[in-house]
């Protein structure tokens, strides 16, 4: 209790900060026409960030300044004041609870671990929120862009956010479904789901998505958060120098 009241104002003040900028977001919006709404949202989306598709204004640009986008928002940002500077690189690892789901759908094994639980020894863990020299394991968090909130017109996944266990449990299957797709096996790598105290989600402040690398209980390699940031090569630089120091 007490640690929270010392972080109490800073979490204040940080809410208050991103108020703001969402409230002159919103203003410089309004007084857009579309066409330089549609360059604002190629210029944060697609112009540095040549891993992701370009999109069109009215295919996600109406949600923006949205009452359930700011929500997001202030989701993201409570996260990140309460946990984000215990989650960085040379830390140690968080160790939250996670549910790890196998089997099928119909008779789906589902069992209470923590996360640190999956690595092994001093082998490389790889944090998705197959490879012979690392292991990895993806954790299913609270929707992003949920039917029943900020939802995206183009997401082919139409999913609610998630009211029990059972229920997150079941967008995971549907995860493991499209995986499956590309070859996917639970050898290759641990599909579990975070508690539905959002536990891990929070620990690594991992709203919408987020990887890692953990090794030896202490985090060698983090992405930054967002779509804009999940740039795979980066994850494969870190894991080639890490394997050709294997060989020195």
């Known amino acids: 209790m007490t640690s929270f009241l010392i972080k109490l104002p800073l979490l204040i003040f940080g809410l208050i900060r991103v108020t703001i900028e969402y409230l002159q977001l919103v203003i410089n919006l309004w007084r857009m026409d579309k066409e330089k709404k549609e360059k604002v949202l190629y210029d944060f ?3 540095s960030n040549t891993h992701l598709s370009p999109i069109k204004y009215n295919e996600v640009g109406v949600t923006i300044g ?4 700011y929500k997001y928002i202030i989701r993201k940002q409570i996260d990140l ?7 960085q690189v040379g830390l140690p690892a968080p160790n939250p609870s996670v549910i790890e789901v196998r089997g099928k759908i ?21 944090i998705n929120f ?12 609270s929707e992003a862009h949920a039917t029943d909130q900020w939802q995206f017109a183009t997401n082919p996944f139409k ?13 995971t299957f549907l995860l493991r479904k499209e995986y499956e797709k590309y070859g996917w096996t639970e050898s290759m790598m641990k599909i579990s789901a975070d508690p ?33 940031f999940y740039v795979v090569s980066k994850l494969e630089e870190w894991l080639q120098a890490y394997r050709l120091s294997l060989n020195q």
């Open 66 to 69: 949205s009452w359930e986008m």
């Open 130 to 141: 197959g490879s012979y020299i690392v292991d990895f394991i993806t954790i299913y968090i």
């Open 45 to 47: 989306h697609v112009k």
């Open 81 to 87: 004041e309460l946990y984000g500077k215990y989650c």
């Open 106 to 126: 119909s008779n789906s094994i589902k069992q209470k671990k923590s996360l640190l639980s999956f690595a092994n020894s001093a082998r490389p863990l790889v």
């Open 196 to 228: 539905m105290n959002n536990e891990a989600r929070k620990m690594y402040t991992a709203l919408p998505e987020r990887f890692g690398v953990i090794r030896n209980e202490k985090i060698e390699f983090l992405s930054k958060v967002g779509s804009e």
């Open 159 to 171: 999913v609610r956010s998630h009211r029990s266990l059972d229920e997150r449990i079941t967008a």
